[in-house]
């Protein structure tokens, strides 16, 4: 009986009377393998082409006499013998090319070995001189070519003679913790091949005694509660020094994420036994780092998510928001207490999601020399606040604290805004005790409406001595109707606001509201966009002693103007329907852009950078701001503009900082007295010296200005300038 097997896919059915056709054939070599021609130490490679039905397999064989010998493991169409000595110059060989209907051997080919071209070494790169500071890494290169290719053996250096040094046979040689015992040794490096040997420039190490101690400490955000952006103890860094000769990028420092939260800074600390200035790190993975402030050493490191089974949550995770991106951990600046705790405490702000995909904030206590976690240590931050429905509650996932943590009078101070403007959030703002990480006190700037959170583009919450804390308010519902001047639901929406912590009870004490602020809101025009800044006590051309605030935002709906706002704190102006009567100064200040960064305030002047626009300066006389700059910066900044820091040695050798984002960041430097004359900047020196990356959509990055040095932070590591002589 003839049986028909007919694949699925066939069209028509099989013929009848006859028998299936035979579809094998034998293999057939449509490409035979060629003899090889290589120099020792290149590979040889063979290779054949063959057809057949079913697919054909391959085996290679030595050939000696006439006779084929398997090659173990030599079964693919290739054959390749690496690393090739004359040794094996001569050698035959065939492949046996099969399949079941049949076999075929190709012709024997030959491999032949040739000597090596030999080239002694040639030095293209000699080392070069090196000069750290004790506790630094110094590390010395060399670049050489030659045939084959050259081996290498660094060594000391002592009267003309070298010997060698154990274990320094790669391209670099590195001396790890140098001290100064280790000034003025010399080195070279001898390269070696078979074809000779080639002995470098003997090149010198020296080493500077680290920085004394330093008594320097930033320990918030731009440096004071005032938020003034200046360090007036700074004397080394100068109008003189600092330029691309002698100033430039000292190193770059890696974490494990993006750094959005200023850098901090504690001098003459002992930690590990040893006395450091040191430097603090908080990333957007949730960890927080000490590194010595001179040799970038590592001190410790607190991943505060390890071992709890949650994650810092991906921006896909909050309603897609990149305004913090990839993940958003730590954005907010910490704040240091030296005083808390058995050795001082870092207090800091961490966001997490678990794998229930269950949102959690937390407040940590870590030691600052161990950084391990306080007593009390982590609190998790809750809330609920009363409301015309009964009250309104927190809601973790919803919110990022990106604001600047505050310090006062034994308590930390937290403000919150949503991600991306993703709704539903109000204003939020809690105050937590430093002793018990227990929350003392909670408001919320707008129980009965919407929006109002505090942005403020990393600024910190500020206070006066009187311990009244200011904030600017981001577009949100504001009740126009007022009862004794005051909301009538309290809702402060888009206001410029000062709340009392008097009996440890945050509560409004005063406020300033624009006159047409629901037209702003409703055009998305916050004013809290920007950060607030308390201005020192002035006083006014009739002798009357003026404390002042200044805040600006994004530009007014009607006008198209940046207006910025200056309010006395002891009378804010409150809310008036029809004009800004009650404000103490506000004047378009002619920027080209929105306000999304901070002020800074630097003897008797103000300096603004918005959004596409050169950093500005603002005089002050008689207790007023200028409405025009007095100068402005040669480089406009773009998106997000620019957040300004100021160093100087009391009121001599201003400086004014500033980052220009992009993908490569760029470090201005300005004298402070006329920021038309720019001392420095990163883009200067010859090679890409001093270049970084950056984050080119972070509104956080504020550089940090403490004992000779400037750090930045960046999307993977801080970098450090000083002067190159260090």
Not at 486 to 512: H, Q
Request: contains cysteine.
């Amino acid at each position: 009986m003839l049986v028909c097997v007919v694949p699925l896919l066939a069209l028509s059915a099989c013929p009848t009377g006859s028998p299936p056709a035979n579809t094998n054939s034998a293999p057939t070599i449509t490409t035979q393998p060629q003899n090889q021609t290589v120099a020792a130490g290149q590979t040889a490679t063979f290779t054949v082409a063959a057809t057949g039905t079913p697919a054909p397999t391959y085996q290679w064989q030595n050939v000696v006499n006439n006779n084929g010998t398997n090659i173990s493991g030599a079964t693919s169409a290739s054959y390749s013998i690496v690393s090739t000595t004359t040794a094996e110059s001569g050698m035959q060989f065939q492949v046996v090319v099969t399949n079941s209907a049949g076999s075929k051997t190709s012709n024997v080919v030959a491999l032949t070995v040739n000597p090596a071209q030999q080239a002694a070494p040639t030095i293209t790169t000699q080392p070069q001189n090196q000069t750290v500071t004790a506790g630094q890494t110094a590390t010395f290169t060399v670049a050489a070519t030659g045939t084959p290719a050259p081996t290498y053996q660094w060594q000391s250096v002592v009267n003309n003679n070298g010997t060698n040094i154990s274990g320094a046979t790669s391209a670099s040689y590195s001396i790890v913790s140098t001290t100064t015992a280790q000034s003025g040794m010399q080195f070279q490096v001898v390269v070696t091949n078979s074809g000779g040997s080639k002995t470098s420039n003997v090149v010198t190490l020296t080493v500077n005694p680290a920085p004394p101690p330093s008594s320097i400490a930033v320990l918030t955000y731009h440096n004071d509660v005032a938020r003034t952006g200046q360090n007036l103890n700074e004397t080394t860094l100068t109008t003189s020094n600092v330029n691309s000769a002698t100033f430039g990028l000292l190193g770059s420092i890696p974490v494990d994420g993006l750094v959005d939260a200023e850098p901090l800074y504690v001098g003459n600390m002992t930690i590990n036994g040893g006395t450091h200035n040191v430097l603090f790190v908080a990333t957007e993975n949730d960890s927080v780092y000490a590194f010595d402030a001179d040799t970038l050493a590592q001190l410790w490191h607190n991943p505060l998510l390890s071992g709890t089974g949650e994650t810092a949550p991906t921006a896909g995770d909050v309603s897609g928001c990149a305004q913090v991106s990839p993940i958003i951990g730590i954005t907010s600046t910490p704040v240091i207490d030296p005083s808390a705790g058995a050795h001082g405490t870092i207090f800091v702000v961490a966001m997490s999601i678990d794998s229930s995909g269950n949102f959690h904030q937390r407040l940590h206590a870590l030691d600052l020399t161990t950084g391990s976690e306080q007593t009390g240590s982590p609190a998790l931050i809750t809330a609920t606040f009363p409301s015309q429905a009964g009250q309104t509650t927190f809601a973790p996932g919803q919110y990022e604290e990106r604001t600047g943590l505050l310090l006062l009078n034994n308590a930390i101070y937290l403000a919150w805004t949503s991600h991306c403007d993703d709704t539903p959030y109000t204003g939020w703002v809690m105050g937590y005790s430093e002793t018990t990480m227990k929350q003392a006190s909670v408001v919320n700037v707008t129980p009965n409406g919407i929006q109002g959170g505090i942005w403020m583009s990393g600024d910190g919450l500020a206070a006066d001595s009187s311990g009244n804390v200011y904030f600017l308010d981001g577009n949100g519902t504001f009740d126009t109707t007022l009862s004794n001047g005051l909301p009538i639901n309290a809702d402060y929406g888009n206001a410029f606001m000062k709340l009392s912590t008097a009996g440890g009870t945050l509560s409004v004490a005063d406020y300033f509201n624009m006159f047409d602020t629901v037209n702003q809101t409703d055009n998305d025009r916050d004013l809290g966009s920007g950060g607030v800044l308390l201005l020192p006590d002035l006083t006014d051309a009739q002798g009357n002693t003026r404390h002042l605030a200044v805040g600006a935002g994004k530009p007014d709906a009607t006008t198209g103007e940046t207006v910025v706002y200056v309010v006395n704190r002891d009378s804010m102006g409150g809310f008036n329907p029809t004009s800004d009567t009650g404000i103490y100064q506000e004047f378009a200040a002619g920027f080209a852009g929105e306000i999304k960064s901070t002020p800074a305030y630097f003897n008797g002047s103000v300096y603004y950078g918005a959004v596409n626009d050169s950093l500005k300066v603002f005089k002050i006389t008689n207790a007023l701001l200028g409405t025009s700059p007095t100068s402005f910066s040669p480089t406009a900044f773009g998106y997000p503009g620019t957040t300004p820091s100021i160093s100087a040695n009391g009121t001599a050798n201003g400086i004014v900082w500033a980052i220009e984002n992009g993908s490569t960041g760029i470090l201005h430097a300005y004298d402070a007295t006329n920021l038309a004359n720019e001392l420095y900047n990163s883009n200067q020196a010859a090679g890409s010296r001093d270049q970084f990356p950056t984050n080119s959509n972070c509104k956080f990055v504020t550089p940090l200005i403490a004992n000779g040095k400037v750090y930045v932070g960046t999307a993977t590591a801080v970098v450090v300038f000083g002067l190159l002589s260090q």
